[in-house]
């Protein structure tokens, strides 16, 4: 790879860098690599060929149809359920979390600081502290084990305010703002006729970490729902697997869930993800905490 | 006009501009909370009430729902695992936040000076790990780790380790952790500095490298001073992320009781005492010990680098 | 709710019986719904019930193992969604779901007819005894046997072991030809062996309600330990566990010719993941210390299912939990042993004309061996496997030996029995 990108300056400097990014390369894209592969093994393939033999399309056809035809294809139903989920919490936060950002880092009102400083520490909560009274909040709302509890609680994405803060700060051009104010434009007009025109790289950003986030959502989606109808793919799949013994090897039963299983299962949830991103990463890397360097 | 009456004139139209603007406040103030709304709703519903009712529950007995002050907490310090798992956390956190920092640093340095089409490519590849989840995230590390089916078998086995056992001995837990958690986190920290570095202002580059600055001193002298404060950000969050430590250690237990570390970290205590022996009540003190960290940090966070400061 | 109430004040003046005959008037009129807690494993059973039996719609569905116990939490704690009979996959569950602060399991002892619960197999429902309650029915029995290669045995001349001793012995021969008896490392195996001469490792003391006896400073932990470790040490016993890569390539490659394993792994390791041919295996009674006069062996595994104490429909749920665990034409088709003895003959008919095995007494030896079941397999509201596992296998793998971490694992499950709230003698 260097030596295509700078054959004629390959100076010590250029080979460290080089050389890092590559074997930083491996580190992360080997084990990628692998679990992609690993998709078409059998079983005793992965435990006894070397790592990155190839698979074959007969083994990958069978763990295809074993892993979809277990219980009349519920797998299809976590994925359109992982899809509402995404769908409607993604859209919850990034309208919660754009105008508040917005607010929060253009103008000066009472208990601005206050919302700062809860946003952070709703960052850096741990899950396992708030689920026990989420969970019984939306239990006495009705919500638990429905769509929308679900939807609502992962509509609050505080990294998002704050990614959009930070990015308001520093980005609003003042001088625009302030002759548009000057011009008589009320708070709501300089939102929507200036901030959300420029806001478009980090509603992108907002959106794909908040998509990120609640498509691997765990924790809360297995605490929020009880009915197996309603499991998102995350949790359907760890059900599955831990059903089936697969990986913790007490596999005394006839379930055709084995470990090539779990890693069809597995690249099922990473595709989406690697295909979004790439359609994204624009937006995502222009939008990126421009103004992360804020004083 | 009077000099006295010029006088009270202005005073007059002092006077009225003020409460003008002071009414432009208010209504200022009015819209700032109006676009606020929806996010504070979700704030209070999932971010204040969880935490303040976790606080209350902690000096309960959850089963008769009766007040017992602090032996929650009596509990919690009795446990004779807590000592362990604070070492074990403390151990994690500094390897992890040191990957984590130096790790994100050089490769997003580097990154942001090699052209930019292969440096897309390459985020791309580093971010995907972060994809990886649950289930997936378990067989993952499962193979990795043991030298015999390993991707990077030639690596371990270079280094004199023939069986799983050998790794992890080698590593130790926390390093296998630390490992797990940079491989999944440092992706996405990667590309938000991706585009931090982007947005640089362009002048300030030019000058310098007019000045005669190669790539290395525009590197470290100019750009990294300039994302330092996003950097130590970074770590103070990874920091007050890794005192929560819980998926990594609590996924390999998936693998089988042999790897089974439930008890591991703080954050897996707290789960124990909740979801295993169903004492929410010592769950939510040590749950409640855990954010208090957690708060002094943000507050450090707030107050050191002026988080909350218009420019 | 009404009806709940409703019975709860007739069980109030009346008999328990009274209380039954009630519930079965309710259920003439219109099908009761009972919720179930499944694993996928068990799905089909459940199923069949549902379709057998008109008066009961089951409403099932399946959670993961392993974070049973979290949803029943949860449950509880909400008060709503609580499940009316589930199946537990780990014998611990029984133990951690009767407690003050986890209070779910029906108590079944009197809702059981004795003569039924006498048709399980010695110490089958052991693990659902706590302080002298029966909580659960056994779904399936994973007591340790030996499993062999027969014609490798025979081509090495060796004959099968019956005690540990022989064992150790065989070890010690095999040993320089690369060949090994099996895991040393694997907390159950490591388990089953360090109890086989009646070691006092998280016993439960008779008569007491949650007192525990914990001594492994005695010989009868000492001599088991001391095995494992010269075993481990001239390479008898592997020093990885029987799912790693490196040992499936010892077991395919006819390197492990016998083994100590429970029922189960005939069937779901050894076949599938070892591929050994057919024609190759078969089992052996569990070995017993020259000094014992008979084995005392140790299980792996096996379910149970429990009923959920609140439960509208008691009458419903204790039948459907005594169906699933000892419905001959149900269980016939289960997948692991019965521990229904009746069910467990029918089951194990298949065996004997199945060609995989090189003995047709493969249920045989499983049965008879089940009357050596260790008594002490029972349910702990903690697991002494986790803490073997943490403080025997892993200084393991830097040096240490079982021998000389006993000493600790002593200290760690004194203190886990405390911190449960066990007394401990």
Redesign the interface.
């Known amino acids: 790879m260097s030596t295509r990108q700078a054959p004629l300056r390959l100076n010590p400097g250029r080979f460290l860098v080089f050389a890092t990014l590559a074997f930083a390369v491996c580190f992360y894209g080997i084990p990628l690599l692998w679990l992609f592969v690993a998709g078409t093994r059998s079983?005793?393939s992965l435990?006894?060929q070397s790592p990155f033999a190839l698979g074959d399309w007969d083994s990958f056809v069978r763990t295809w149809n074993n892993l979809t035809t277990y219980?009349n294809f519920q797998i299809l139903t976590w994925t359109m359920n992982s899809l509402i989920y995404v769908v409607g919490g993604v859209l919850l936060s990034l309208i919660a979390c754009i105008p508040a950002g917005y607010a929060l880092a253009a103008s000066e009102f009472p208990g601005r600081k206050l919302v700062l400083i809860f946003t952070l520490i709703a960052m850096i909560t741990p899950s396992t502290a708030v689920v026990?009274p989420i969970?019984?909040e939306l239990?006495m709302l009705g919500l638990?084990?429905t769509y929308a509890g679900l939807i609502l609680a992962s509509g609050f994405f505080p990294f998002g305010v704050y990614l959009t803060y930070v990015y308001f700060s520093t980005s609003l051009p003042k001088g625009v703002m302030d002759s548009a104010r000057v011009d008589g434009a009320n708070r709501f007009q300089l939102f929507s006729r200036i901030a959300l025109p420029l806001a478009r790289p980090i509603i992108a950003l907002v959106a794909f970490f908040s998509f990120l986030g609640i498509w691997s959502n765990y924790f809360l989606a297995?605490?929020l729902l009880?009915?197996?109808k309603l499991y998102n793919l995350p949790v359907g799949l760890?059900?599955?697997?831990?059903?089936?013994g697969a990986l913790?090897?007490?596999?005394?039963?006839?379930?055709p869930?084995k470990k090539p299983e779990v890693v069809l299962a597995a690249i099922l949830v990473v595709l989406p993800v690697l295909l979004i991103f790439m359609a994204a990463q624009r937006f995502v890397r222009s939008g990126t905490l421009s103004g992360a360097e804020k004083g | 006009m009077s000099a006295t009456a010029m006088a009270s004139d202005m005073r007059a139209v002092a006077i009225d501009r003020a409460r003008k603007a002071k009414q432009k406040g208010r209504r200022d103030t009015r819209m700032s909370y109006l676009l606020l709304a929806p996010y504070l709703l979700l704030l209070l519903m999932f971010g204040l009430f969880p935490i303040a009712y976790a606080f209350g529950l902690s000096f309960f007995d959850?089963?008769e729902m009766v007040f017992w002050g602090v032996t929650n907490y009596q509990f919690v310090f009795d446990?004779?695992?807590v000592p362990a798992s604070v070492v074990n956390v403390l151990a994690f956190v500094a390897i992890w936040v040191t990957l984590t920092m130096i790790g994100v640093a050089v490769l997003s340095l580097m990154l942001d000076s090699i052209n930019r089409k292969t440096a897309n490519t390459l985020r791309t590849i580093y971010f995907l790990p972060g994809a990886v989840t649950s289930s997936a995230i378990v067989v993952l590390w499962l193979f990795v780790l043991?030298p015999?089916?390993s991707p990077f078998q030639p690596v371990l086995h270079t280094l004199g380790w023939g069986?799983?056992?050998?790794v992890?001995?080698s590593i130790g837990l926390a390093g296998v952790f630390a490992i797990m958690a940079y491989f999944s986190a440092s992706g996405g920290w990667i590309v938000v500095f991706g585009g931090a570095l982007a947005s640089l202002p362009t002048e300030v580059m030019e000058a310098a490298r007019i000045d005669g600055a190669n790539r290395f001193q525009l590197a470290t002298r100019i750009k990294l001073p300039m994302i330092w404060r996003s950097l130590v950000l970074m770590g103070i969050l990874s920091f007050a992320g890794g005192l929560q430590l819980f998926v990594e250690p609590q996924l390999m237990?998936?693998a089988?009781?042999?790897?089974?570390?439930?008890d591991w970290s703080l954050n897996q205590m707290a789960f124990q005492y909740?979801?295993?022996?169903?004492?929410?009540g010592a769950s939510a003190a040590l749950s409640t010990l855990l954010v208090g960290a957690s708060i002094i940090i943000a507050l450090v966070i707030v107050f050191a680098t002026k988080f909350y400061k218009i420019d | 709710m009404l009806r709940k109430r409703t019975a709860a004040l007739a069980g109030g003046m009346a008999a328990s019986v009274a209380l039954g005959l009630m519930a079965g008037a309710a259920m003439a009129q219109d099908a009761v719904t009972l919720n179930v807690w499944s694993?996928?494993?068990r799905?089909s059973m459940f199923d069949l019930y549902d379709k057998t039996h008109d008066n009961v719609t089951l409403n099932v569905?399946?959670?993961?193992?392993?974070?049973l116990?979290?949803?029943i939490?949860?449950?509880?704690?909400?008060k709503?969604?609580i499940p009316d009979v589930i199946f537990m996959s780990d014998i611990g569950y029984t133990a951690?779901l009767s407690?003050?602060?986890?209070n779910y399991l029906l108590d079944l002892t009197d809702k059981v007819p004795q003569a039924l619960q006498d048709e399980f197999y010695p110490n089958g429902n052991s693990p659902c005894h706590v302080n002298g309650k029966l909580l659960c029915m056994r779904n399936?029995l994973?007591h340790m046997i030996v499993w062999y290669d027969k014609p490798a045995m025979e081509a090495l001349g060796k004959a099968v072991p019956t005690t540990w001793e022989e064992f150790q012995k065989l070890g010690e021969e095999l040993a320089p030809q690369g060949l090994s008896l099996g895991t040393g490392?694997?907390?159950?195996p490591l388990y089953a062996m360090l109890v086989s001469d009646g070691c006092d490792m998280v016993m439960p003391v008779e008569g007491k309600e949650d007192t525990v006896k914990i001594d492994l400073t005695t010989e009868k932990c000492l001599k088991p330990a001391r095995m494992v470790d010269a075993m481990l040490k001239n390479g008898s016993l592997t020093?990885?566990?029987?799912?790693?890569?490196?040992f499936?390539?010892l077991a395919?490659g006819g390197k492990i010719p016998l083994m100590i394993g429970p029922t189960?792994f005939g069937?779901?390791?050894i076949k599938?993941?070892y591929?050994w041919p057919a024609g190759k295996l078969a089992a052996a009674l569990p070995l017993k210390w020259d000094d014992q006069s008979q084995p005392l062996t140790w299980s792996w595994?096996g379910g149970t299912y429990g009923a959920w104490k609140d439960t509208a429909h008691p009458a419903e749920a204790v039948d459907l939990v005594t169906w699933m665990s000892t419905d001959v034409a149900n269980q016939t088709a289960a997948?692991?042993l019965p521990g229904h003895r009746p069910s467990a003959e029918a089951w194990g008919a298949r065996l004997a004309s199945d060609a995989y095995y090189a003995d047709p007494n493969v249920f045989k030896v499983e049965a008879d061996a089940a009357a050596f079941s260790h008594p002490g397999y029972v349910s702990l509201?903690f697991?002494v496997?986790?803490a073997i596992?943490?403080v025997v296998?892993?200084p393991?793998?830097?040096g240490g030996t079982v021998e000389g971490a006993l000493p600790a694992l002593q200290t760690e499950l004194v203190?886990l029995a405390k911190?449960?709230g066990y007394q401990v003698e």
């Open positions: 079983e005793a435990l006894t219980n026990l969970f019984l239990n638990s084990n297995f605490v009880s009915d197996d760890t059900a599955l697997v831990s059903g089936s913790s090897n007490l596999p005394s039963n006839d379930v869930i | 959850t089963i446990d004779f695992r043991d015999s089916v069986t799983r056992a050998d992890i001995a237990g998936l089988g009781p042999q790897f089974a570390q439930n909740a979801f295993r022996m169903g004492d929410f | 694993d996928t494993p799905l569905t399946t959670v993961a193992p392993a974070d116990i979290a949803k939490q949860l449950a509880l704690q909400a709503s969604e951690q407690t003050r602060r986890s399936d994973a490392v694997e907390a159950f020093k990885v566990g029987p799912f790693e890569p490196d499936v390539a395919k189960w069937e779901y390791v599938p993941t591929e595994g997948v692991t509201r697991s496997s986790d596992a943490k296998v892993q393991l793998a830097s203190n911190l449960n």
